[in-house]
């Protein structure tokens, strides 16, 4: 699969996870000339469907589904979700 603007030392994986293709994964965020870099975990058992958007600074629980074309949502996501 292709992971968009991704900092691979910035993010820890669990195990079982599935990453589809074109997805913005964990991307620094770019405001006023400044780069914020921030760590990230994606729990086990996590799918992450295509164009997909997973933002970065975040401890997301495990089996997340974030379907084809979504938003990830730090506020919404519950384990099992």
Known sequence: STLIDV???TVAVGDGCFFADGIYFC???RHRGTV???ATRIGRGTFVGNHAVVPAGHDW??????GV??????A????GT
């Open 27 to 29: 991307s620094p965020v």
């Open 7 to 9: 900092v691979p030392e």
């Open 69 to 74: 074309s979504t938003v990830a949502d730090p």
């Open 76 to 79: 919404l996501a519950r384990p």
């Open 61 to 66: 629980p495990d089996d997340l589904f974030v």
């Open 36 to 38: 914020a870099v921030a």
